[in-house]
Structure formats: C-alpha cells, structure tokens
C-alpha cells in the first residue's frame, strides 16, 4: 500500500513544469509585492530595487556590469534555488 502510493506520488511530480518567466507585473498593481515576495521568498521593502533575472543569459551580464561599475567596494548576495 505505501509502495503504491510512493509510485503515484512520485509519477505525479514528474510533471511538474518549471517556472521559467515571472508574470508581467507593474508596480502599482495589487498583486506585485505579494508575487514577488513568493518569487524571491524575500519581503519588498521601501526604498529598495527588485531586479529578478532569469538563467545566465540576463544574470551574468547584469552581475558583470555592477561589478566594472563599482568604484570602491561590492557587498554581493545571491539566492540560488
């Protein structure tokens, strides 16, 4: 019985698409910092920015150009999932 259901469950979660794209949101919208948050699992705050950057062909060269663009020091943190 726990076979079976360990098979089932286990064909089930083989079809799970990934989550390759963020809805288009605006800022205004209701819904944009709770989407958000769930994307990043981080909480919006005022006064900060939200870049959310897919695969390595938009987080590479974003993260090189901060890195050129720095004049004195980088304090960097990233959340890989």
Do not use: S, W
Request: with cysteine; glycine share 8%; net charge negative.
């Amino acid at each position: 019985m726990v076979a079976g259901f360990l098979a089932i469950a286990a064909a089930a979660c083989g079809h799970v698409q990934p989550h390759l794209t963020v809805p288009t949101l605006e800022v205004g919208d209701p819904t944009f910092a709770a989407t958000i948050t769930g994307y990043t699992e981080a909480p919006v705050v005022g006064g900060n920015r939200v870049d959310v950057l897919l695969n390595g062909d938009e987080i590479f060269p974003a993260k090189l150009k901060i890195i050129n663009a720095a004049t004195k020091t980088i304090n960097y943190a990233q959340y890989v999932f």
